[in-house]
């Protein structure tokens, strides 16, 4: 599957964004998607992930109740919604595909394809 971000830019601290991310290639309805982050000097961390037919999720306990994953399948594409932002939100935000959900920690390995990247800038 090929991955696709958009939506990234730079905002003020408290401001919100939608990622998106378009798949292309096998059905999309059969991945479980995820979307991770690498700040500059740190390593790539997990943010959320959505089962393949979008009725579980889990977040980063870092961005439980600022953050929202969801999918459309019918247009192969699925989102993250981040609110009230703040500077150690910057980063570049990648999104991933997997074969199997599960609710507990997500590794790197663990994902097969990912997209180059969408940069989010958040300016205090």
């Known amino acids: 599957v090929q991955l ?4 990234g830019g730079s905002v003020q601290a408290g401001d919100s964004l939608r990622l998106s991310c378009a798949a292309s290639g096998r059905p999309f309805s059969d991945y479980v998607m995820a979307w ?3 700040a500059p000097g740190k390593e790539r961390e997990f943010v959320a992930a959505i089962s393949e037919n979008g009725g579980n999720s889990t977040y980063a ?8 994953i969801s999918r459309d399948n019918a247009r192969s594409t699925f989102y993250l919604q981040m ?3 703040n500077a150690e939100d910057t980063a ?13 920690k997500y590794s790197e390995r663990e ?8 940069q989010v800038t958040v300016s205090s």
Do not use: I
């Open 4 to 7: 696709a971000e958009s939506g």
């Open 36 to 38: 991770w982050r690498q």
């Open 61 to 68: 306990d870092s961005m439980k109740g600022r953050v929202t």
């Open 83 to 85: 609110n009230n932002l």
């Open 92 to 104: 570049l935000y990648h999104c991933a595909s997997t074969w199997a959900y599960h609710g507990g």
């Open 111 to 118: 994902f097969f394809s990912w997209g180059q990247g969408t």
